[in-house]
């Protein structure tokens, strides 16, 4: 069990290191890149806590967040049929397909006015990212008919308690919304005890204490 969240233990510590040098926007967003890609190659660390779809709408899971909130990681589920309606972020965000398949609609706003971009259609282990610096504001569906689809976010912020905005997409009209979180509990990243003791079976016979 200790070696369940190895992958985003190792993703989160790398990432702490990383925000401590306060790189510019477009060098943070490189250097993030190949550590989510590497969280999001192997399907076989999410527990189902964090997976499981909801019948009307998304749930977004909170994986962790940093102390000092200058980054947060979650899993953003939909189910069958489901989509998340324009809306922005109003911070960067490196997204990364863990299970299944999404469409990614972006939009622009031009003179209060809600315009249709193109569409990314991302499959497991392809990536996107969204930013006030470079595109904001997209629209996020399940391109499955059958199954779940799953994405890992790390955005720049605590991103469920970030006020943001839903867009009506035929009068652009916004509303403020804040996301929140599924999940009460978070993932135990940090319980390495069996890693531990494993090496100490390794160096000589011991008494384990439970």
Sequence with gaps: MSNEFALLRTFVAATTEIMHDNLPEPSLLARLRPLLEDLVSQDNWLPDDFSRSHPDHYQQYLLHCDPLERFSVVSFVLGLGQKMPPHDHTTWGLIGILRGVKNFRSYNLIEGQLVAGTIQRLTQGQFTF?????????????????????????????????????????????????????????????????????????????????
């Design 130 to 210: 969204v930013s006030p610096h470079v595109g904001d504001i997209h629209e996020v569906s399940n391109a499955l008919p059958d199954r779940v689809s799953i994405s890992i976010h790390v955005y720049g912020a605590n991103i469920g308690a970030v006020r943001r905005h839903i867009y009506d997409p035929f009068t652009g009209e916004r509303a403020n919304f804040v996301s929140g979180y599924a999940n009460s509990v978070l993932p135990n990243l940090w319980n390495r005890s069996e890693q531990v003791v494993d090496v100490m079976k390794s160096e000589r016979p011991h008494k384990v204490l439970h």
